[in-house]
């Protein structure tokens, strides 16, 4: 069993940041990537950042220049710095991440959804 557990959201202004975190724990052995998600009310969930084993990193054209995803392998985390939000940037975030297991098994699991609200 693979759990994730985010943390890190909140209410903020125009134009303030939030650092959102995503644990991994369980049987894992690594973390193979990890992505974050977002879903606003009445919309669908979309993908709005990810990074693969090797640390290559895709955003949505929405966030580029403005959010940045990391990891600390050592830790089985991953984070998503959000830097001059919008209240566009409303929404539920959920993380997401494939991951192999001591049982040798690669495991899609997701994290139960941390809010971020940007007020105008």
């Known amino acids: 069993q693979v759990q994730l557990v985010e943390s890190g959201g909140g209410v903020v202004q125009a134009g303030g940041s939030l650092r959102l975190s995503c644990a991994a724990s369980g049987s894992i052995i690594s973390i193979i990537h990890m992505g974050w998600y977002r879903q606003a009310p009445g919309k669908q969930r979309e993908l709005v950042a990810r990074?693969?084993?090797?640390?290559?990193?895709n955003y949505a054209d929405s966030v580029k220049g403005r959010f940045t995803i990391s990891r600390d392998n050592a830790r089985n985390t991953g984070y998503l710095q959000m830097n001059s939000l919008k209240p566009e940037d409303t929404a539920v975030y959920y993380c997401?991440?494939?991951?192999?297991?001591?049982?040798?098994?690669?495991?899609?699991?997701w994290g139960q959804g941390t809010q971020v609200t940007v007020s105008s």
């Open positions: 990074i693969t084993s090797g640390g290559y990193t």
């Open positions: 997401n991440a494939a991951t192999r297991t001591w049982a040798l098994e690669t495991v899609n699991s």
